[in-house]
């Protein structure tokens, strides 16, 4: 059987990128139920969630991992992508994930059971008509009453000006079927650049699009052949969706991105006006696209909800404790938003930062402590807000109580020992985060130097790394000497054990 034959259109021919998307987590999408005043499904005990494309895994896999007490199905019709995932959730004794090799048609007669929580990345966009109303029909039947919906797409008119150069290599990828995807990408860079060197009028009239090819050409090649070669792909208007979504009895909540719910940060002041005094919600999200020019939303929608009183929400998040996401030293006050950049009042960020440095802490423990006690309630919860919208920090999906961090151990043992034979995965499990933390080679090496009994060993990194095959970068630049590399890792150890190290223990990720 020729991959023709199954593959409705979809690149088969190379896997898909070994990526990690956080977006997939029941615990953000709670948080963004929430966030909108509704109760989300409880993830403190048992409770299911389903990835539609869930690709090679890994994100359905470390969530798995870092989420013990829920059961976790994936999907994904490509049979290279499932061998991988099955390895690795076998490899880690990851065992509350069930990987399944089905078409979405083929998945709506299997025995599930219906779902929390069911997710889809990017998915939607890639694929026929006839594939999204099967994945209308799957949430329709299997997702539970209250149960939450995460759902990304490319978005209009954020894509507009883009979009006719995705039909270049679409184009040649259709009159060359059996030609490598490779192959394909390199015509097409090819054929894009003689027309905008020949003068193409749509250069002149996009010139932002010179750019971005430029930026492309820097992008794995496996994300490029499923984002631009295969033959069924479209871009969305939020009501578009909305509508079609109804369908399947689902409303939409809001979006995962806190950045869009606070006030003078998510949008300009004049639109935010504009926006007063349109009544339907639908709308308001379609023309904030038009003022942010968004080309992807994620977005979160639900079936049926219990709407939370004022001060039940406020209940709930004052006791969600958070945590860093990356080193102190790594969360300067000035924050890039999508409206520019925002400067952070050190009086009341820089005291908040330390604590959250030591430990993970919830609104009201932050008032509680000497050095922060002084702050306004909202002051607090606002600046956690801007933290968590700048990525410095992340919502925990308890309050407080233990986690059982043995799984995610056993998740993170398994992935390092795949690293030593040139295996390396993305991220790692955290149970404390409920989903895995992205962590570097180089920080993944020195964490399996420890595993091996030799922590802070650069020697094995080196070795390591020589015998994959692997070159050592400074600034994408491959070292040229052995001295010159083994300074540099010296460099790099020093860095790891005086500012992640300690975060990844804090974290369960590690230690």
Not at 105 to 134: A, M
Not at 450 to 470: H, K
Request: charged share 25%; proline share 6%; hydrophobic share 40%.
């Amino acid at each position: 059987m020729s991959s023709a034959d199954w593959s409705e259109g979809y690149v088969v021919s190379v896997d898909y990128t070994k990526g990690f998307y956080r977006e997939l987590a029941p615990s953000l999408i709670s948080f963004a139920a929430l966030l909108k005043g509704k109760r989300p499904p409880r993830i403190d005990r048992e409770f299911t969630c389903c990835e539609l494309g869930c690709g090679l895994g890994i994100s359905a896999a470390v969530n798995a991992a870092s989420l013990p007490q829920g059961r976790f199905y994936a999907n994904d019709f490509n049979p290279n992508h499932i061998l991988f995932a099955r390895e690795l959730a076998e490899e880690s004794g990851t065992d509350n994930v069930l990987f399944l090799e089905k078409s979405f048609e083929e998945l709506q007669r299997c025995d599930l059971p219906e779902f929390d929580f069911i997710t889809l990345h990017g998915v939607y966009s890639w694929i026929s008509d006839k594939n999204r109303e099967l994945i209308r029909t799957f949430i329709r039947d299997r997702l539970k009453p209250g149960g939450l919906v995460y759902l990304s797409y490319n978005a209009l008119p954020g894509w507009a000006a883009a979009a006719p150069l995705r039909k270049i290599f679409s184009e040649i990828a259709r009159q060359n079927p059996a030609a490598p995807a490779a192959d394909n990408l390199k015509k097409g860079f090819a054929l894009i650049d003689l027309m905008e060197q020949t003068g193409a009028a749509f250069f002149r009239a996009n010139p932002a699009m010179k750019s971005r090819v430029e930026r492309m050409k820097s992008m794995p090649a496996n994300y490029l052949a499923h984002e631009y070669l295969t033959e069924d792909w479209a871009q969305f208007y939020h009501s578009d969706v909305a509508a079609q979504m109804a369908g399947a009895k689902v409303g939409f909540v809001g979006s995962l991105q806190v950045v869009d719910l606070i006030e003078g940060v998510a949008l300009p002041k004049a639109a935010a006006t504009l926006l007063q005094t349109v009544t339907d919600p639908d709308q308001a999200e379609t023309i904030k696209d038009y003022v942010l020019n968004r080309q992807f939303r994620t977005d979160v929608y639900a079936r049926g909800t219990r709407e939370l009183s004022p001060p039940e929400r406020e209940e709930i998040l004052t006791r969600t404790r958070f945590a860093l996401l990356r080193p102190r030293t790594e969360c300067p006050l000035t924050v890039r938003f999508p409206l520019g950049e925002v400067n952070l009042d050190e009086k009341i960020y820089g005291p908040l930062l330390n604590l959250l440095e030591a430990a993970p802490v919830s609104a009201r423990e932050v008032k509680s402590r000497a050095e922060t006690a002084e702050l306004a309630d909202a002051a607090v919860m606002e600046a956690l807000m801007i933290l968590t919208a700048a990525g410095y920090i992340q919502p925990l999906p308890g309050t407080g109580q233990e986690v059982n961090t043995a799984p995610a151990r056993r998740f993170n043992d398994a992935a390092l020992r795949r690293l030593k034979q040139g295996r390396e995965l993305p991220a790692l499990a955290s149970p404390v985060l409920g989903h895995g933390l992205p962590v570097g080679l180089p920080d993944q090496l020195f964490l399996a130097a420890e595993q091996e009994g030799r922590g802070g060993d650069v020697r094995f990194v080196y070795e390591t790394m020589s015998r994959l095959g692997r070159n050592i970068l400074k600034d994408g630049k491959a070292m040229e000497s052995e001295g010159e590399a083994m300074e540099y890792l010296e460099r790099l150890a020093r860095e790891f054990t005086e500012k992640r190290a300690g975060l990844l223990r804090m974290l369960g990720v590690w230690g």
